[in-house]
Structures are given as structure tokens and as C-alpha cells.
């Protein structure tokens, strides 16, 4: 393993941890308001100062990485799943289930990326609670995001289908359970597991991206899309560096997945 | 006739995936919360009998989404999308007025990173430089590490750039570290081939040996990119036109997504797709077309 991937996984597990331990680590709740300091530069008792509604930047920044970190892998299990499913059904049995699951993961992967999940996005429910629209956000990324590791995982179903053990585990009169669970899935783990760590990173941004345009976890929950929304307000961000702490923390884990798996998917 | 079939064919199945596509769509339109509730209804300013009226007028027809779908394909065959619910005007002409400012923004981003990746990554594989592959290659990382709202951010922030010159060189940041990283692999596969490395040891000059043994047996891999780079141009649009205020397509989705404008919204992401498609299709036939071999 080259040292930089393995600073870059430790330095990421550190973030994970932090944020996991948001309750404990954070000096207050990420919606408690100290109305007599609003907008307060960092202190000791605020390590990143407040926001404008008084509120701890620091606490939030923390259990913002949770929501943020915490349901990215969540949503990449999802679409890795669903596209599994699909792409290894595609690959597997061909014929006319190939045709009509190929078709319709050119229908997904046709429509640009966000202008999907703004579409349906819409189409649900705008004012919910927020707990919902963490729900619906990264239910939404996980649902519309199978089609890439789909379409990897068919074209690799094919390639492994194809192999002489394969072909062997059919002629002997293996049930397509055990041929799949067996012989297929195995082999297609490594594909798997890139799918997955790919799509992480790509499901952060994709969050960053919907949070800044207010489609995307709702406030008072942090989020790092609606931490770096709070951004857009330029008089508050002129003269005070630490409040771009957020974008920092965000380069920062992009950076170290940037690292561990390259982000070599060009259709989001 | 090859070509031609090859085309015709690409080009119903572009057609085929934007009408089922837009059939899912006029489906999940539907069955969306809300769907035929007018705003007005809850005006205590109106009457019974206007309410009345109003939901007669705001009433899905009952045939389902499918008849419903029909008719809408029949009305825009004459040009006629329906009106916004939230603009008050024509769709037709929503889009006719924003469609060409996004046209132009994503075209000059999509030159503008096109451009700027290739010649960076023809650089770095030509000069074989650790150094410069080093510097090039942290600068693309840098700009894949971005959500393309925060490049949209800092474009209004440096304050230096009118709305559409600033939506065209996000686009173009957006665009370039994946051209860059996507040319480069390649690139860098056809520069280290027995044939190149022997082409280099008998001294061929170098603009040849750039034309002759990169570019031309890569372009068929990187053209590949062309109609992906187009659905991304588009997708980042949104968050910067929103940003730096530029009436386009994307600022107009947005909006639309905000006011539920659903069938504006879905005629929009139609559209785009469409465009994206048609994209991809020229990136496919150009890629497959036979190379024309000097006599």
C-alpha cells in the first residue's frame, strides 16, 4: 500500500470518527442558539465561532459530517446493491432481460446527473421535517444512482460468464443459485467494492451540489450541502476564514478518497 | 449505407429513450403530491364558485398517464408545451428564450476545458516530465474534489467575470480534470507502446510523432468522452447559473423545481437529455467512422 493511500485512509478514518462522535466531541447541540453571541469570532468556548443565528459552528461542522459522512456510504450501498441486481441479471441471463435492463440504464445514464435528481427531487414533497429530507435525499442519490455500477457490473457479469469455470459449472448441472452465489458473485466482488467506494465521493458532492441550491437536507440539521450553502452569504464569509471550514473539511475528504480510489466516473 | 443505417438507427434510439423517458416522467408527475391542487384554492380572497372553477380547471383529465402523455406529444409536435403553472407564459417560450444562453455557456465551457485537458495531457505525455505530470495532475484532483456550486461561489466571490463568461469558465473547470485525467491514461498507454518508443528512437520529429502515433490512435478512445462531457456540462449548469444569476436553462430548473413547475420541469430535463443524447450519438459515429488512411 504507497504511504500517501495509507495517511489518506487514516486521515479519513479520523474524520469519520470525529464525526461519529459528534455528541461527545461537540460542546453543544448543532441547533442550540446562544442568542448573545451571534456571529462570534473563534474562542475558546467556540472553537470556530457562530453562525448568525448564534448558533456553535463547530458542533455543526461535526454533526454535519455525521449526516454527510455517514449516509454517502449508505446511499453508495444502496445504488451499489440496486445495481448489482440489475447489471448481474443483465449479464447473467442475457437475452431479452439484457435488452430492457440495458435500456433502461441508458435512460438514467442519458439524463444529466443532477438535472435527475432535481426532477425528482420535485416531484416529492418540498416542506417536509428534517429527518424526512435526510431520508429523501440520500434515498434519492442511493435509488438514481444504480445505473453506472450497473452498467460496470453487466459488462463484467459478462466477461466472468464467459470464463472456462463457468462454463464447466453449468455443463455439470449447477443451479443458477449456486452458479451465482458461488462462482459468479465472488468474482465480481472486487468490481463491487470499487463501485462502491467510487460512488461515495461522488454522492458527497452530489449532496454538496443539491444542499446549495435548498433541495437538499433542511435546515436546522446540518448537512455539509446546507454548511456550504451558508456560504452564499458574502459579508458574513468576507474577512472570516474559519468559516470556510466546511469547504475546507470537504477538500479535505475528497482529497483522501481522491487518494484511495480514483474517481474515474465521468457521467455525474 | 452503413453509416447512414448506423445513424438512423442511433438516432431512434436517442428519440426511443427521451419518449419513455418522458412517459416515466408524465407518470411520476402524476402520482406527485399535490398534483392538480391549484395555489388558489387556498386564497380566502376567492368564492366558492371561483374554488370550484379553479379545481375544474386544475382537474387531471382521467384517462391516465399515458392518454395524457399522448396528447401532450401531439400539442408539441406543433410547437405547444403547455403553460407554467408558476411563470404564467408559454413553455415554448421559456425555453426559447433561455435555451440559446445556456447553449452558448456550455459550448464555450466545453471548448474552453476540452482545450485546456488535452493540451495539458498531450504535454504531459509528450514532455515525460514527473514534474509537470505531477502539477497537472494535482490541479485536476483539485478541481474533481469540488462541488461545481463552491467553483460557482468563488467566481462571484473574485467578482471579475459577467454571469455567462462566469458560467462558461466554471463549466470549463468542471470539465477539464476529467478530460485531462481520462486523455492523459490513455495518452499515456499509446506513448509508452513498443511502436512509439521505436518511432522516438529513430528520431522522428516530434510534431509527427505527436500527430501520427498519440493523437490519431487515441482520438477514437477520447471522442468517446465528448457526449458524457455534454450531459455534465449541462448538469453543472444548474448550480452556476443559479449562482451567477445567468438566465439559462439551468437557473430556469431550478426555479421551476422550487415552484413544483413539474411539466416545466420535465419538459426541461427532456430537452436537455435529448440534447445530451444527440451528443453522445455524433461522439459514437464519429469514434466508429473509418480513419481516412494516406494514399
Redesign the interface.
Known amino acids: 500500500m504507497k504511504p500517501l493511500r495509507r495517511a489518506a485512509m487514516a486521515l479519513l478514518a479520523a474524520i469519520y470518527l470525529a464525526a461519529l462522535a459528534a455528541a461527545w466531541l461537540a460542546p453543544a447541540g448543532y441547533a442550540r442558539q446562544f442568542r448573545e453571541s451571534p456571529d462570534a469570532k473563534p474562542s475558546a468556548v467556540f472553537l470556530l465561532g457562530t453562525d448568525e443565528l448564534g448558533r456553535d459552528s463547530f458542533a455543526r461542522l461535526l454533526y454535519g459530517s455525521r449526516v454527510s459522512l455517514s449516509l454517502a456510504p449508505a446511499a453508495a450501498a444502496l445504488a451499489t446493491l440496486v445495481g448489482a441486481v440489475a447489471g448481474v441479471s443483465a449479464g447473467y441471463w442475457g437475452g431479452w432481460i439484457d435488452t430492457c435492463l440495458a435500456?433502461l440504464m441508458?435512460?438514467f445514464l442519458?439524463?444529466?446527473?443532477?438535472?435527475?435528481l432535481?426532477?425528482?427531487?420535485?416531484?416529492?414533497?418540498?416542506n417536509v421535517r428534517p429527518l424526512e429530507s435526510i431520508g429523501i435525499t440520500f434515498l434519492l442519490l442511493g435509488l438514481l444512482g444504480w445505473a453506472g455500477p450497473a452498467r460496470v457490473l453487466r459488462a463484467a457479469a459478462h466477461e466472468v460468464k464467459s470464463e472456462d469455470f463457468m462454463v464447466q459449472a453449468r455443463a455439470r448441472g449447477s443451479s443458477p443459485v449456486r452458479v451465482l452465489s458461488l462462482h459468479l458473485l465472488p468474482n465480481l466482488a472486487p468490481v463491487l467494492a470499487a463501485q462502491f467506494w467510487m460512488s461515495i465521493?461522488l454522492f458527497i458532492?452530489s449532496e454538496?451540489?443539491l444542499g446549495?441550491?435548498?433541495?437538499g437536507v433542511a435546515e436546522p440539521v446540518p448537512s455539509w450541502g446546507n454548511l456550504?450553502a451558508g456560504?452564499?452569504n458574502?459579508d458574513a464569509?468576507a474577512g472570516c476564514p474559519w468559516r470556510l471550514a466546511p469547504?475546507v473539511l470537504?477538500?479535505v475528504v475528497?482529497?483522501c478518497f481522491?487518494f484511495i480510489v480514483p474517481?474515474?466516473d465521468?457521467?455525474? | 449505407m452503413r453509416m447512414r443505417a448506423r445513424l438512423i438507427h442511433s438516432l431512434t434510439?436517442?428519440l426511443l429513450?427521451?419518449l419513455?423517458?418522458g412517459l416515466?416522467?408524465a407518470a411520476?408527475?402524476r402520482?406527485?403530491?399535490?398534483f392538480g391542487v391549484d395555489e388558489r384554492e387556498f386564497d380566502a380572497r376567492y368564492g366558492q364558485d371561483s374554488i370550484r372553477h379553479i379545481r375544474e380547471e386544475a382537474k387531471p383529465s382521467g384517462g391516465g398517464a399515458l392518454p395524457d402523455y399522448l396528447r401532450f406529444l401531439v400539442r408539441a409536435a406543433t410547437g405547444d408545451l403547455g403553460t407554467s403553472a408558476s411563470f404564467h407564459r408559454p413553455v415554448a417560450a421559456l425555453i426559447a428564450e433561455r435555451f440559446p444562453a445556456t447553449m452558448r455557456s456550455a459550448g464555450a465551457g466545453l471548448a474552453l476545458g476540452w482545450t485546456a485537458g488535452m493540451l495539458l495531457a498531450l504535454a504531459a505525455a509528450g514532455l515525460s516530465r514527473p514534474a509537470f505530470d505531477l502539477g497537472a495532475g494535482a490541479a485536476a484532483?483539485?478541481f474533481?474534489?469540488?462541488?461545481?456550486?463552491?467553483l460557482a461561489?468563488a467566481m462571484?466571490?473574485a467578482g471579475r467575470l459577467g454571469g455567462k463568461t462566469a458560467v462558461a469558465v466554471v463549466i470549463a473547470l468542471v470539465i477539464f480534470p476529467?478530460v485531462f485525467?481520462?486523455a492523459r491514461a490513455i495518452l499515456g498507454r499509446i506513448a509508452a507502446a513498443p511502436h512509439v518508443l521505436m518511432a522516438r528512437a529513430r528520431g522522428v520529429r516530434p510534431w509527427r510523432l505527436l500527430w501520427a502515433h498519440l493523437i490519431r490512435p487515441s482520438a477514437p478512445a477520447i471522442l468517446a468522452?465528448l457526449g458524457?462531457?455534454v450531459?455534465?456540462a449541462?448538469?453543472?449548469a444548474?448550480?452556476v447559473e443559479?449562482?451567477c444569476d445567468s438566465p439559462g436553462l439551468g437557473q430556469l430548473?431550478?426555479q421551476?423545481?422550487?415552484k413544483?413547475d413539474?411539466p416545466l420541469?420535465?419538459d426541461?430535463?427532456l430537452l436537455?437529455?435529448l440534447v445530451?443524447?444527440i451528443a453522445?450519438m455524433a461522439a459514437d459515429i464519429a469514434r466508429s467512422a473509418p480513419a481516412v488512411e494516406p494514399s
Open positions: 435500456r441508458d435512460l442519458s439524463v444529466p446527473w443532477l438535472f435527475l432535481l426532477s425528482v427531487r420535485a416531484v416529492l414533497p418540498l465521493p458532492l454538496a451540489n446549495f441550491l435548498g433541495l456550504l456560504l452564499q458574502l464569509v469547504l470537504l477538500l475528497m482529497a481522491h474517481m474515474e465521468f457521467s455525474k | 434510439t436517442v429513450t427521451v419513455v423517458g416515466i416522467a411520476l408527475v402520482r406527485s403530491p399535490g484532483a483539485f474533481l474534489c469540488l462541488p461545481s456550486s463552491v461561489l462571484v466571490l476529467r485525467r481520462y468522452l458524457v462531457s450531459s455534465v449541462f448538469g453543472a444548474i448550480p443559479v449562482l430548473a431550478w421551476a423545481a422550487l413544483r413539474l420541469l420535465v426541461i430535463t436537455v437529455s445530451a443524447g453522445g
